[in-house]
């Protein structure tokens, strides 16, 4: 099946049907995203959206709050954006660190950390896109726990990628947090699929 990457209220279920098969809907995406995550250093997991991650992202607001499908059009909004478009890879990353005062001290050394991740193929850079809705830096330089951020593809990046075995990286140039991971080839073929 094509991927898709665009998301509309008629691609929902009603609040009733999806509590349905809201169960297996949950592990079956679960499955997908264990092959659509990559942790980078101490502190960052990437976890690289599609259309699926999105939709359930969606159906799982409106399921917690209760809501109706009137409440989908504010959603899909908020979330849309982070769908890949065809020629991109679109990552949430989190700084995860369970010590709130160590949480705190590290994120206050990680501003901008959302315009220095990149990916890295063949030896070029895919420099990343922070998601524009809002800062995700504040004014006193502390980064956000969640960040968005997009990777724009050449077609000729695009075909790179999708070559078997191809070594991937991904990382930060940021100076308190210059680390770097190798994809695993799962995770390489399997967001070989976001292209168009």
Do not use: C
Not at 148 to 161: E, G, I, K, L, R
């Amino acid at each position: 099946m094509a991927q898709k990457h665009h998301i509309t209220v008629a691609d929902l279920l009603p609040p009733g049907e999806y509590a349905k098969v809201r169960v297996e809907s949950r592990r079956r995406i679960a499955a997908r995203k264990r092959n659509r995550r990559v942790e980078v250093g101490p502190f960052v997991t990437f976890y690289f959206e599609d259309f699926e991650t999105i939709w359930l992202q969606i159906q799982e607001m409106i399921h917690i709050e209760k809501g109706t499908l009137e409440q989908a059009p504010s959603e899909i909004a908020a979330y849309a954006p982070l769908i890949p478009k065809g020629r991109e890879l679109v990552a949430t990353f989190m700084i995860e660190i369970d010590d709130p005062l160590r949480r705190k001290r590290v994120l206050d050394t990680l501003g901008t950390i959302e315009e220095t991740a990149f990916i890295e193929l063949d030896g070029e850079r895919i420099v990343g896109v922070a998601e524009a809705d809002q800062d995700r830096t504040r004014a006193d330089g502390k980064a956000s726990a969640v960040q968005f951020v997009h990777f724009p593809f050449t077609d000729a990046q695009v075909a790179a990628f999708r070559e078997p075995g191809a070594r991937a990286l991904i990382g930060f140039t940021h100076q308190n947090y210059g680390h770097i991971a190798v994809m695993p080839e799962a995770v390489r073929a399997e967001l070989a699929g976001d292209f168009a």
